[in-house]
């Protein structure tokens, strides 16, 4: 198991989790490290709402077997589209990416300062398909607006967890999505239409 150690020294964080596959071994992992995280949902850009009620409920039914507490933010795909106008048709790791990612992790620092937490992090950092510059680029602008909050950047592809997350994904049937959430990308999934 990945040794871990908080950047402050606190032992409650609050994780943005972005599902429950990527979660899981991250809150496997810092349980066993004595770090006790609360569970952040805040995903508005999952596209369309029941896909969002899915992956929301699969990561509901990990934290709970955890005993852990579980915030569900409010899904508000009208606000999160608006704030992605003009960049519909940038590629993934493009500017829309990084936009999303401030929006839900600065939601994330206005939550951790309202509610007595000094620090958060992110498992979007474990994804291969995301930008760990990025993430971590937007989790400092987020801390940055909310003083007394910190931003943990961990690469949490590293140390085992990959294939721990898989493991768990096998061992808890977990449905596994096949896109980041965003209508954008999933607009890239469907084959191209000969014109």
Not at 59 to 82: G, M, P
Request: glycine share 6%.
């Amino acid at each position: 198991m990945l040794q871990l150690q908080t950047p402050n020294g606190d032992n409650r964080v609050l994780l943005h989790s972005c599902c429950a596959p990527c979660s899981s071994a991250i809150i496997e992992c810092m349980l066993a490290n004595g770090i006790r995280p609360t569970v952040f949902y805040c995903n508005p850009n999952i596209y369309p709402q029941e896909e969002y009620e899915i992956r929301k409920n699969e990561a509901i039914r990990f934290v709970t077997s955890k005993n852990l507490d579980f915030i569900d933010a409010d899904y508000d795909y009208a606000h999160w589209k608006a704030q992605m106008t003009g960049l519909e048709d940038e590629p993934e790791r493009g500017p829309r990416c990084l936009r999303c990612f401030t929006l839900r992790l600065t939601e994330t620092a206005r939550y951790a300062s309202e509610h007595g937490f000094t620090l958060f992090t992110t498992t979007l950092a474990s994804s291969r398909w995301k930008s760990l510059e990025q993430i971590n680029e937007a989790g400092r602008r987020a801390a940055a607006r909310y003083p007394g909050t910190l931003f943990w950047e961990q690469n949490w592809r590293k140390g085992g967890l990959q294939e721990r997350r898989n493991q768990l994904l096998r061992e808890y049937n977990f449905y596994n999505q096949l896109y980041c959430g965003c209508e954008f990308s999933m607009r890239r999934l469907s084959p191209p239409t000969d014109k």
